[in-house]
């Protein structure tokens, strides 16, 4: 292993010379490889969807477009208005929510029919003054709208209503708060539950008979109808093969459809007719990604952008040199071009990950580069012309910059275990991406160094300009091995109590809480959660296989049961259910003159089968919001307060657990039967923690894998083990430091681990690299730990610093969970960097760690001074 | 709610929504196609007319150029007696009780439609299982109808006796054939008032020239798509009066349909006015007694 380690170092050191050589030839295959790369950036498409992180026959999302496929959308936009006078019964308030209502539900009335709107997404529409109704008064059945075209006239009246709503089993919490300052709109829309070939025929005008006979010929082409025949009894056998090629393909959501949504949306609620009387807050999927569109991702190209520049001003300030500014900053963004173009090339679909490839090449690009760029001007300042100090740096620096880019793309390379399409995806990218980052610095920027170089080649400096950074360097170059002991008894103390910190630290996504808490969004959901019944919605859908299976009142207790269950158990979490149950007991109580006695599910079939007849009969449109057509499928919907998936997991889990249990016996009856969790929410809490875990797994793995690798390459267990501490111990801090602030890991904070396993390796390697060579040289252990901490070290701090002050833009972010991911990488940087300087070179002095030199009278042929 | 239920025969022009349709008037061939609607909508449909009647509802898959169920169809089964009233014979009452499926065999509907817009129909409703009446009393009518006939993809809408009055016209082509017969095609677009009320914003209508029997319409929703393909099949002249045995509704948004078809058939027999009360429904012997005499007229 050392020979191979010094043949690879000569191998580095041959490089610049051999790309100097051939330079034309290398600049040309450079060139030409960007042209073809970069045509594929083109390809490139981001998908926001949920759906893109299922593969596509995953029964997780089959099972979720079957009820979409029966139930329509589950995305719905609660409303909440508060009314300015303090009641959402005044006739100020009502004429409002009326008006609002109407004009989402004839909003077409103004526009030419065949000009499609973003409107169109919106299905129903149902408040306070529309909501279903059913009373019977003598032998007159009321099936009708709560309020309807009629509003009250006198107090009295009003008060009557109030009273109610109130008493209503379903509308409080629904359309009304308990004190009725708030009401609520419900907002059904198609989003995610529509099907791309959906087209609308946009002619320019009806009247014009062109256009129509166009419309004519489309309608001909679709298919002649004449020739069909319409068979309603034979075949349905063969439903499966027939429903395996018709299963809907519904309109993956992306983030801009709901912000065109929301633009033609929200100067709706900004019309001065209703905020006189009205105060809207919109919750739900579509108000939250239209943040995310407008304000979130506007902000984050901002501090990506600032980031940057603010990058090229620390390297400018460390380097004082335009090209040393310039050549690390190409790198990087041809690095990440190239990638991006690679993927399109690839016809893979990139989900958001992509953001944290941009970080990893902008880290391990820069890192590379700087550790060049440092070595070189280190090497000139001690009075080496061009050439040589290329093939010095080279030889220090080149087999580090290798090492540290393979460890983080094997550590990348590794999420290719996790059954998740995207990640999988990213992990391979990534580790693309690094490993390109590489080959640039490696063959490239030495090219570009003798195009442009830092300082001017024939120019010799005196060692008289010492980088000020250089003095601070070697003003703590001896703190290490002087109080070897301190410093470790200190880290210790530190470690412990950051342990402890850290061990109180939830994995938890909340994706409401990642929102700034000032923002509209934040005070909806509050209000949603505190005043009606919550702003999420659970589906579970029931599939009992056979027809009519929901008339029978067997199943309906069970549901009951389930209804009752979830209020005992989570009466602070779940605000309401919502299922055919409440239809069959007010249905019923309608049948029996509004008897209170009789809200109840009636046990006989016959009965009960009649009764949601005749609930069907008047509103078949809501029936089919519970039930499917044939009464073999049925919904039940859990609306609950918002909360991480820290208490959703458990809670999901629980419930289909119940579930289980609470509908095994009717299996006899039933044997196809199946209950199951369903729904955006129930999706989503489970991939949010399935990444998180797997995020964790794998860079455990990621871990355990680089450890390994750092053991074989120095062939020594000894310093294996040793470089280990100093790159647990910024995860240590940032979990500690997040345990100690109660800031939970989600998907998005947990990318900290990898950025940080990524920089604090490759600062270890630098250094190890360069102690190694320094032993090799012929130094001892103090000696090679000076010259360490000056040559690498100054490397290794101009990488920290550049990238800590590039993070720290993010605590500008609107996005919570970035700005503490900007903080805390930027703090972990840092600290890597203090650990390096002061923790390994301790670690090294107490257990002797000297590559085993003691044992050999080895010495180096080329000799490197130090002054002591 | 406020369904006329059980004109099932008519859905001659099925209905539509949409503003910008002041300019259409102007149009010179307007005045041919609303001609054509008032015969389509003036044909004789008989006086009376006695059935029994199959409607099947299921979602649908294309299985070469089959439209087959991709499920095992609902099946309700009903009889159904009707007859005509008023000056113009456009006031109807109807009777209408379900023989399957078993659990809702006996429930009954009586009701009585009217010409005059301004007059709301009145619908009464029997629950076998209750032994209960129950009149039908509905909101708003300035609303969309919700309600579908017994769950299907007829829509109330789509079985009403649309006024000429509520559309303007266009005719899209003179010479069209379908099913072999020649057309007219047919543009209905709704007046504002109309469109307030109308699930839909447009309908286009192939008219048999000589039978007046619409054979087939397109209705677009309010969204401007195409939300509903209805047929007619079978035509056959009973007694005088041409009759679609089939009608099927193809829900091209839902990929669901429903199809009715004329088990058996009889025009113009006579029926009994007493027949058509809340008696029909309470009382069973009642019932009975004229039903079987009406079932000796089925063909």
Request: hydrophobic share 45%.
């Amino acid at each position: 292993m050392e020979k191979y380690l010094d043949r690879v170092n000569q191998f580095f050191e041959q490089v610049p010379d051999w790309v100097r050589k051939y330079r034309v030839a290398v600049w040309t295959i450079f060139f030409l490889a960007n042209v073809v790369i970069l045509s594929g950036v083109s390809w490139f498409k981001i998908d926001m969807t949920l759906e893109s992180y299922f593969q596509q026959d995953d029964p997780v999302k089959r099972a979720y477009d079957r009820f979409r496929a029966q139930f329509g959308s589950d995305e719905i936009i609660f409303l909440i208005y508060e009314a300015k006078d303090g009641d959402i019964f005044s006739n100020n308030s009502l004429q409002a929510v009326k008006r609002i209502q109407n004009e989402l539900l004839n909003y077409r009335l103004t526009i030419p029919a065949d000009q499609p709107s973003e409107l169109d997404h919106i299905i129903d529409v149902t408040s306070i003054v529309n909501a279903d109704y059913m009373e019977s008064q003598g032998g007159d059945l009321l099936a009708r709208h709560f309020i309807g075209d009629q509003l009250p006239q006198t107090e009295a009246e009003r008060e009557t209503l109030r009273q109610m709503a109130l008493a209503h089993p379903s509308y409080p919490g629904l359309y009304i708060s308990d004190d009725s300052r708030f009401g609520a709109i419900v907002i059904k829309t198609d989003f995610g539950a529509y099907v791309e070939e959906d087209i609308v025929i946009s002619t320019e005008s009806t009247n014009d008979l062109g256009s129509a006979e166009r419309r004519i010929e489309i309608e001909a082409e679709e298919f002649d109808d004449e020739t069909i025949e319409v068979d309603m009894e034979s075949e349905w056998n063969d439903v499966s093969e027939l429903m395996a090629d018709q299963t809907p393909k519904f309109h993956r959501m992306q983030i801009d459809d709901y912000g065109l949504f929301m633009r033609e949306f929200q100067p709706i609620l900004e019309k001065k007719d209703y905020t006189d009387h009205l105060k809207f807050y919109p919750v739900g999927n579509a108000p939250v990604m239209n943040f995310f569109e407008e304000v979130v991702f506007k902000d984050l190209l901002v501090i990506s952008v600032a980031s940057l520049l603010l990058i090229v001003a620390v390297l400018w300030i460390l380097f004082r040199s335009v090209s040393a500014v310039i050549w690390p900053v190409v790198v990087v963004v041809v690095s990440f071009l190239w990638v991006v173009g690679l993927i399109g090339w690839s016809g893979v679909i990139m989900t958001m990950m992509i953001n944290i490839i941009a970080f990893l090449i902008l880290a391990v690009g820069v890192a590379d580069a700087i550790h060049i760029l440092s070595g070189y001007l280190f090497f000139r300042q001690q009075n080496q012309d061009h050439e040589t100090a290329l093939r010095s740096v080279f030889k220090k620096s080149g087999l580090a910059c290798f090492l540290t880019s393979f460890t983080t793309a094997i550590g990348l390379f590794s999420l290719v275990l996790v059954p998740i399409v995207p990640v999988r995806n990213f992990g391979i990218f990534a580790a693309l991406g690094v490993e390109i980052a590489f080959l640039i610095t490696v063959f490239i920027l030495p090219l570009m160094l003798d195009l442009w170089a830092p300082v001017a080649k024939n120019v010799t400096l005196d060692d008289g300009r010492i980088h000020p950074l250089q003095r601070l360097l070697r003003m703590v170059e001896h703190v290490g091995y002087d109080y070897a002991k301190t410093v470790i008894v200190i880290f210790t103390i530190l470690s412990v109590l950051l342990l402890i910190a850290g061990s109180g630290i939830k994995v938890n996504s909340n994706f409401v809480e990642i929102l700034p808490p000032g923002s509209l969004i934040r005070q909806s959901v509050n209000i949603a959660d505190e005043k009606l019944n919550g702003s999420q919605n659970f589906e579970i859908l029931l599939d009992a296989g056979q027809a009519d299976a929901f008339k029978d009142p067997d199943l309906l207790n069970r549901m009951a049961e389930l209804e009752e269950y979830l209020y005992e158990t989570y009466p602070e979490l779940v605000g309401k259910t919502t299922s055919l149950v409440d239809i069959a007991k007010s249905s019923y109580k309608a049948l029996h003159d509004n008897d209170p006695a009789k809200y109840i599910i009636p046990q006989e079939q016959e009965v009960l089968a009649q009764t949601l007849f005749l609930y069907n009969n008047a509103n078949p449109k809501n029936r089919r919001l519970f039930v499917s057509d044939d009464y073999s499928q049925a919904r039940f919907t859990v609306s609950a307060k918002n909360q991480g998936t820290y208490i959703y997991s458990p809670f999901v889990e629980d419930i289909q657990n119940k579930v289980d249990t609470l509908f095994d016996s009717a299996k006899d009856k039933y044997p196809d039967l199946n209950v199951q969790l369903t729904g955006g929410m129930s999706l989503m809490c489970k991939l949010l923690d399935y990444i998180s875990w797997s995020q964790i797994k794998s860079f455990g793995l990621a871990l355990t894998v680089i450890s390994v690798l750092l053991l074989i390459v120095f062939g020594s267990v000894k310093i294996g083990i040793i470089a280990l501490f100093p790159n647990l111990m910024p995860i240590v801090f940032v979990f500690g430091v997040m345990g100690f602030f109660g800031i939970s890991l989600d998907t998005d904070t947990l990318l900290i681990a990898p950025l940080i396993i990524g920089i604090a390796i490759d600062d270890t390697i630098h250094f190890l690299t360069h102690y190694r060579a320094g032993l090799r040289a012929g130094s001892d252990i103090n000696g090679s730990i000076r010259l360490t901490v000056r040559e690498a070290g100054q490397a290794i701090m101009f990488t920290s610093l550049v990238l800590s002050i590039g993070f720290l833009t993010f605590m500008f972010s609107q996005h919570m969970s970035m700005r503490n991911f900007g903080v805390l990488s930027s703090l972990a940087i840092m600290l890597a960097l203090v650990t390096d300087l002061l923790l390994l070179p301790a670690l090294f002095k107490v257990t002797k760690a000297d590559f085993g030199r003691s044992k050999r009278y080895d010495t180096g042929s080329s000799t490197v001074s130090v002054e002591s | 709610m406020k369904g006329r239920l059980f004109i099932l025969t008519i859905m001659a022009a099925i209905t539509v929504a949409t503003a910008g349709t002041d300019k259409a008037m102007a149009n010179s061939t307007d005045l041919d196609a609303r001609t054509i609607m008032q015969r389509a909508f003036d044909r004789d449909d008989g006086r009376t007319q006695v059935s029994a009647q199959k409607l099947s509802t299921c979602r649908y898959a294309m299985k070469g150029k089959n439209l087959v169920c991709a499920e095992k169809p609902r099946v309700k089964k009903f009889e159904s007696i009707k007859k005509d009233y008023g000056p113009n014979e456009k006031d109807t009452r109807s009777v209408s009780i379900l023989v399957e499926p078993p659990a809702e065999r006996g429930i009954g509907f009586l009701q009585y439609d009217y010409e005059d817009e301004n007059k709301d129909a009145d619908q009464w409703m029997y629950l076998s299982a209750f032994g209960k009446v129950k009149r039908i009393v509905s909101g708003n009518e300035n609303e969309p109808k919700e309600g579908s006939f017994f769950g299907s993809e007829f829509g109330y809408e789509d079985m009403e006796r649309p006024h000429l009055d509520d559309y303007t016209y266009q005719l899209l082509k003179e010479e069209e054939v379908y099913q072999g017969r020649p057309c007219w095609v047919v543009e209905s677009l709704p007046t504002p008032k109309q469109a307030r009320k109308s699930n839909y914003s447009r309908s286009i209508s192939w008219i048999d020239k000589e039978r007046l029997l619409t054979l087939k319409s397109i209705v677009y929703n309010r969204q401007g798509k195409r939300a509903k393909r209805i047929t007619m099949r079978k035509v056959k002249q009973i007694d005088g009066v041409w009759v679609a045995m089939q009608v099927n509704v193809n829900n091209l948004i839902s990929k669901r349909m429903s199809t009715i078809k004329f088990s058996h058939i009889a025009i113009n027999v006579d029926v009994d006015d007493s027949f058509l009360t809340l008696r029909t429904l309470t009382d069973g012997a009642f019932r009975e007694r004229h039903m079987k005499t009406y079932r000796n007229t089925l063909q």
